[in-house]
């Protein structure tokens, strides 16, 4: 049986094509650099070829975030 002991290895995966912001991104399968981006991804205008954004981070309208302790027996503002 072989075991890999190294299981993160940066060298064996690759170059990752990302959406960077505020830079100029190409489009891997067109080469144009007309983008569509939303929360997550950005799309291509032109091929429709989907690149993950470089921040992963969730941020915008209608995302819930808890933040520390809250009351369940709380009542509810009318």
């Not at 690759?14 to 799309?43: K, Q």
């Amino acid at each position: 049986m072989c075991h890999d002991q190294k299981v993160f290895d940066p060298a064996r995966m690759g170059f990752r094509i990302v959406y960077r912001a505020n830079e100029t991104n190409h489009c891997p399968g067109c080469g144009r650099s007309h983008w569509m981006v939303g929360r997550l991804t950005a799309e291509c205008a032109y091929c429709a070829t989907a690149l993950p954004l470089e921040t992963g981070r969730m941020i915008g309208t209608g995302l819930f975030r808890s933040r520390g302790k809250t009351d369940g027996l709380a009542p509810l503002a009318a």
